[in-house]
Structures are given as C-alpha cells and as structure tokens.
Nanobody, 130 residues
Framework: VQLVESGGGLVQTGGSLNLSCALSGFDADDANYVVGWFRQAPGKARESVGCFSITNRRKYYADSAMGRFTMSTDDADSSVHLQIKSAKPEDTGVYYC??????????????????????WGQGTQVTVSS
C-alpha cells in the first residue's frame, strides 16, 4: 500500500488549499479502509485533522478542523482529498495522510489517532502566511 500526498504550498490567511492523497498498491474499489489526515507543526506533536471511512463514507473531524476542512474522495476511490478553507497561520505544518485496512463502522476520535494507522504518506508542506 502506498500513499502520496500532493497539493501543499504557500497560501495567505483566509485562502484555500486542496490537498490530495493518491492511493495505490491495493484494490481500493473492493477494500474496506479508513483514511486519516494528520498535521505536524514545527516543534509540535503530530495531531489528527480527521478520518474518513471509505466503506460507509462516515467522517470525523477534529475540533480544529470542524467547519473549515472537508475530506472527500473521487469516484474511483483512488484518491482522498482534504480541502482547507479560511486558512489560518496555525494551520501551517506538514500534512500527512494515512490508511488502515479493515471494516470500521464507527468513526470517532479514537479511530483518528495516529497509532491506529499502518500506512503513511511522506507528507506535504502547508504554509499559511499572516
């Protein structure tokens, strides 16, 4: 299983950014899995942004992401996207997508924790200028 993030860059405060996570190495059409998005600001621990069950389309957003971040997938489920709107300087950091295989019915904060995830992308840098 491989995950590759893209779409990071520099954005002004209040702007928008679309991140993508390309999935490969497994049959995304048939598999049950959950994709999580995480970010790590300089000098801080990695934190969850949210997670998304591709199986039942349920989503959970961290409080910091609620209302401004949107997770989605394309029709082929080959990529998962994270849209950031009304960007704030505190959104600056390296953004990672991660994946766990399996059927998870309930999507909650516990499932969105980094330790639950098996496969990780390399990250993409997001910088929000003030």
């Amino acid at each position: 299983v491989q995950l590759v993030e893209s779409g990071g860059g520099l954005v002004q405060t209040g702007g928008s950014l679309n991140l993508s996570c390309a999935l490969s190495g497994f049959d995304a059409d048939d598999a049950n899995y959950v994709v999580g998005w995480f970010r790590q600001a300089p000098g801080k621990a990695r934190e969850s942004v949210g997670c998304f069950s591709i199986t039942n389309r349920r989503k959970y957003y961290a409080d910091s992401a609620m209302g401004r971040f949107t997770m989605s997938t394309d029709d082929a489920d080959s990529s998962v996207h994270l849209q950031i709107k009304s960007a704030k300087p505190e959104d600056t950091g390296v953004y990672y997508c991660a994946l766990i295989l399996g059927l998870y019915i309930g999507i909650d904060r516990d499932l969105c924790q980094a330790g639950r995830y098996t496969y990780w992308g390399q990250g993409t840098q997001v910088t929000v200028s003030s």
